[in-house]
C-alpha cells in the first residue's frame, strides 16, 4: 500500500477506511498455514525455545516469595494444622503430585481398550460438516436385531 | 407485581414455549424464542415478590404450590435461566427443532421444579427433566449414544419413582406435601428422598449416568446438559436436607475419588464430566454443614454461591470443548493440541474458565468456594477440610491445566481448523465476563462479588463476608501456585502419565460388564433350560393323559367288554372306599 491514498479513501473523520478494514480483514483471516493472526498476538509468545524454561523458573522463584510472604503476614486460621509455614503450599504441591503420579498405576489397573463396552462411537451428529469423515467402525458391530 | 402474569411460574413460560418450538419449522424465529423467552422469565422472576405463594390450588385434599420464590430457590432458578440464555445463544449455528424445543423445555422444567412448593409438583418437573434431557443425548445420532441415553433414562426414572415412593410415605405420615427439611434420615419415605435425590446429584457409586451420557451427547447437548439436572438436585438438597451430617462426608468423598479418573481419561469432555461431580460434592458438603451451628449461613450461602458460579463456569468449559469438538470432530486429549494457533479466541474463553473452576482469586470460583472452604473450617470437620483443599488441588490439575493445556497447547497436532463460530464465541465471552465479573473485588460497592453475595440465601451474613483478606489470597496463591509448580517440574522430568486413549473402568462396569454379562448368560441358558423345562413337562402330562386315556376312554380298558366285570369289580372297590372313609371319620 503506498503513502499517496487517494482521498475518497477517507471517512468523514478522516480515517483511512481501507486501510482500518484491510487491518479488520487481516486479524480475522488465518494464513495459508491455518494460523489465526489472533493466536501469534496472544500466545505467540509460547513457541519461544525459552519459554519453558522462563516458567519453570518463574514460578520456583514465585513458590519461593509466596512461603516467604508467609511468615510475614498473620494468618487467621480454623483449622491447627493451617499454622504452619508453607502449610498451603506443601499441600498443594504433594497433593498435586500424588494425583499425577497415582496416573500411572490407575492408568495401568484401569484403562481397556476403546471398544471394551462395544463400539466407541464416533463424534456426534452436529459437528462442523466440513470436518472431513474419517472411515467409521459402524457396521463391524453386531447387534441383536441387526439381520431382521 | 401484581395480575395475571405475577402467577406464572417462569419455568411453565418456558416448558410452554419450548413444546411450541418443537413444531415451528422457521429457524430464526424458533431461536428468537428461544433467547427471548430467558430474558422475559428473568424479568418475571426479579420482579416476582418472595416469601409469597404466588399460585397455588387445593385438589384432592392435597395443596399444591406452583410457584413460590424464596432466597433460596430466587438464586438457583436466576442461574438456571441464565444458563438458558447462553445455552440459546451457543446452539444459533444449529438447525434442529427438536434440540432446540427439549433443550428449552428441559431448562424450563429445573425452573419449575426450583420454583415449586410442593413435592408433587417437584416430582413432576423432575421427571419432566429426565424426560425432556435425553433427547440431547440421542440427537447424538451414534449408536453409542443411543445405549448410553437409555441407560441415562433408566437410572433417571429410577430417581423419579424412588421419589414417588418417597412422597407417599411423606404424606402419610404429615398429612401435607410442602417442601420441607426433613428432620431425620429415620421419617417415614426420607431415605428414599435422599436416594432419589442422591442419584441424581450423582453420588458415589450412583453416578456413572453422568460420565456416560453426557461426552456421548450433542455439541449443543453436553452444554445444557451441564448447567441442570445435578443441580437442581443439590437444591433440592438444600431444600430439603440441610445440616445432615452424612452428607458431610458424603460431599467429601465425592470431591476426591473423581480427581483421580479426571487424571486418566482421555476424553476432555468426559473429564469435564468427571469434574462436574467434584465440583457438585462441594455443595453437597456444604449442604451437610447447613443446620450444625454458626456455620448455618456462611455454608448454605457457600452451596449456593458455588452452584450459582459452578453453572457458568461449567457451562464455559463444555462450551469450549463443543467449539473443539464442534470443529474437529473430536475431544480426544490424544488427538489434540497446538489449537491456540486456528482458535486462540477459544482458548482465551477456556482459560477463563479453568480459572475460575480452579478458584483463582479475582475470578468466580474464589468467591464461591472460600465461604465453603471457611464453614468446613469453622466447624472443625480438619479431615474434611483437608479433603476438600486436597479436591482443590485436583480440581486445578484437571480442569484448571489438562483441559486447556492438552486441547490448545501441548504437543501440536497439526490440527488447522476454523475458529470457533461468532455465535459460540459470544456465549462463551458472556459466561467468561460472568466469571470475572461475579469474582472481582467490590470496587464499586454492589458490584463485584457483591453482586453475588447480594442474591444469597441469607444475605446479611453473606454481605459481612470478605474472600479478599491478604491471608487468605496468600493461602489460596500458595496452594495453586506451588501446584503448578509441581505441574511444570514433573512435565520437566517427563514424569506426567501420556494420554493415551482407551475407556477407564469405573463403576458402571458392575451394569455394563457384570451385569449385562450375567443377563445375557441368564438369557442364553433360559433358551436352553426353557424348551427343555417345557419338553419335560409335556411329556409327563402327556403320559398322564395317555393313562387316564387307556383307562377311560370309549376305546380304554373300562369300556371293553360292555358292563362286565371289570367295571362292577372298580365299582365295588369305590364303593368300598367311601363307606371306609364314612365309617373312619364318623368313629
Known sequence: MSDETPNDTRDSNGRFVKRAAET??????????GVHPMAKILFGWTENKRTGTLIFWGFAILSMVLIVADLAIPRHEYVEIAHATGFYALWGFASFAFVVLMGWPLGRLLRRKEDYYG?????????????????????????????? | MTGPLSMLNPGWLMIAVGLAALFLPMRRVRQGLTIATPIIAIILLALADQNVNHLGVQALGIDFIFYRVDGLSFIFGLAFLLAALLNAIYAWHTDDRLQDGMAMAYAGAAVAATFSGDMMSLFVF???????????????????????????????????????????????SRGDLSVQAFTSLKEPGAILVFIA?????????????????????????????????????????????????????????????????????????KVLAYSLNNQVGFMICAIGLGATGVGDALALNGASAHAFCHIIYKGLLFMSMGAVMYRTGTTKASELGGLYKSMPWTTVFCIIGAMSISAFPLFSGFAAKSLTMSAVGHEGY?????????????????????????????????????????????????????????????????????WLYNLLPYREEAMAYNPFTLDHVLTQMQLLVLAIFAFVMLKRLGWYPPEKPGVVLDTDWVYRKAGYGLFTWAGTIWQKAGPAMTAVFFKLTGRAYDRIEDTFSPRGELARGGLGSAMAIWTAILLGLVLLLAFITSS
Open chain 2, 382 to 450: 480438619t479431615i474434611v477440610w483437608l479433603m476438600l483443599l486436597f479436591a482443590s488441588a485436583g480440581v486445578l490439575e484437571h480442569s484448571g491445566i489438562k483441559i486447556p493445556y492438552f486441547a490448545f497447547f501441548g504437543h501440536d497436532s497439526g490440527k488447522r481448523v476454523k475458529e470457533a463460530p461468532f455465535n459460540m464465541l459470544l456465549a462463551m465471552g458472556l459466561a467468561a465476563f460472568i466469571c470475572i465479573a461475579v469474582g472481582i473485588p467490590a470496587i464499586v460497592p454492589g458490584l463485584g462479588y457483591e
Open chain 1, 119 to 148: 463400539e466407541p462411537g464416533g463424534p456426534p451428529a452436529d459437528i462442523d460438516p466440513d470436518v472431513p469423515v474419517e472411515p467409521s467402525t459402524e457396521g463391524t458391530y453386531v447387534y441383536e436385531g441387526d439381520e431382521d
Open chain 1, 24 to 33: 479488520a480483514h487481516r486479524l480475522h483471516t488465518p494464513s495459508e498455514e
Open chain 2, 126 to 172: 423432575w421427571e419432566l427433566t429426565a424426560i425432556t434431557s435425553v433427547f440431547l443425548i440421542l440427537r447424538a445420532g451414534t449408536r453409542a449414544a443411543y445405549f448410553a441415553s437409555m441407560r441415562y433414562l433408566a437410572i433417571q426414572i429410577l430417581s423419579g419413582v424412588l421419589l414417588l415412593a418417597g412422597i407417599a410415605y411423606v404424606y402419610h
Open chain 2, 197 to 269: 435425590l442422591g442419584i441424581k446429584a450423582a453420588f458415589p457409586f450412583l453416578h456413572n449416568w453422568l460420565q456416560d451420557s453426557y461426552p456421548k451427547a450433542t455439541v449443543v447437548g453436553a452444554v445444557v446438559l451441564s448447567a441442570f439436572t445435578t443441580k437442581l438436585a443439590v437444591y433440592a438438597f438444600a431444600r430439603m436436607f440441610p445440616g445432615h451430617d452424612a452428607l458431610i462426608w458424603i460431599g467429601a468423598v465425592m470431591t476426591v475419588f473423581p480427581v483421580f479418573f479426571a487424571v486418566i481419561e482421555n476424553d476432555l469432555r
